[in-house]
């Protein structure tokens, strides 16, 4: 097992293997999903599941947490809103025994209208619920062929290596795609003590009031906030080398970046204070900074939209200009890293499979979803086709209605007219309204529709989560 490429390791005496390389979200949940199947086919000559992961052997240049499934970027897994186009795929989720959504919800800590959790206590969570599984084995190497034909002898092969893939994943999906593999950048936003705030420039609330008070908002007047975005507009920033090309992600851009596009970008985007007045003027402020809570103990907060490629110096120094965090002490600077995907449409079927190479599918943010549920949904559906071609049964989609089935279908064969880009799950992606629907009831027709399709549907493919161990 030196070169992480055992032949039937973990095999037993099943009939077939699913393997599955890489422990994050999306990892996770189709090492789960696939031992949920096999839990309900021991007619079938039993099914097993292997999941390796690299850590704590090797890390990427993002990850420091020895745990499975560890949340490199925000805490936040957004908006728990159950008429939102997010909300409604982490019900479908739920339904189908997502592993990610039991652990969050068992992990959670206060962020008013959005689900967010504590890190290391999810982490911790999802190693429990790998570990207490009879039916996954894990396997802490590294893989270091990833998609080797060996791999494959005994049933399929899910590559979820994710966003920062080794030469060792992304070299050969080069190849494979003839030059279609591409890359865009994410970035992180800073991460401040709790103690080191000034407790007279801060107040705790929910925008709109719509929650108990979890976030921590950081009011700037006109003149603080002029200031601000000005120092921001100067700092420096860590340059792109030679061979990377700089190409953001619309929905996680850096706030300098927000910033060159016009001062109006930030109090309409990350520092809007819409819903917001300061109980010390009675007032709604110029622009607000709003902290999230990182952990249950309420130790650490997350500087909210606040991504960023400025240097660590300048962070300090240009997030010190805010009001509330003049003496911040930072536990987590901003950074900027690559994230590695393919082109979807055209690389991979309907199903997530590799055509060029049979018995081999992707899963997580390397095929182009965006966000932590979208990873793990994608993810777990994969998991699911995968135990069933191991099982030898036919892979499935999900209702096109549904939020899967949408977010599924942007994945899928396009006219290749447009550029293909990440995206996270949103009402756009769902099949158009009916025709002469007034547009403020376009949202509700969707979520009946794919509320009304989705349990018909897991009985007619046979599936019912299978009680956890």
Sequence with gaps: ?????????????????????????????????????????????????????????????????PHLAELVCSNSFRSDDPDSAVGLLKAEMKLLGSLTMAAADSCRVPAGGALAVDRERFGETVDRLIAENPRIELIRAKAERPFDPALAKDGPVVVATGPLAGPETTGPLAELAGGGNLHFYDALAPIVTRDSLDPDKFFAADRYAQGPGSYLNCPLSQDEFEAFLAALLAADRVRARPFEEERYFEGCLPIEVMAARGPRTLTFGPMKPVGLVDPRTGQRPAAVVQLRPENLAGTHYNLVGFQTRMTVGAQEEVFRLIPALKKAKFARHGAIHRNTYVDAPRFLDPFQGIPALPGFFLAGQITGVEGYVESAAQGLWVGLNAARTALGRRPVLPPRVSALGSLLARLGPNDGQKPFCPSNVNFGLFPPPSPNLPKRQWSLERLERARSCWEPFLKEIDHAPAPRP
């Excluded at 032949?7 to 949940?29: F, M, N, P, R, Y």
């Excluded at 099914?47 to 990427?60: G, I, Q």
């Design 1 to 65: 097992m030196a070169d992480g490429q055992p032949t039937d390791l973990g095999k037993g005496s099943a009939a077939a293997v699913v393997t599955v390389i890489g422990g994050g979200l999306a990892g996770c949940e189709a090492a789960a999903m696939a031992a949920t199947v096999a839990a309900k086919a021991p007619a079938e000559g039993g099914l097993a599941v292997r999941l390796f992961e690299m850590k704590p052997e090797c890390f990427s240049p993002a990850h420091t947490s």
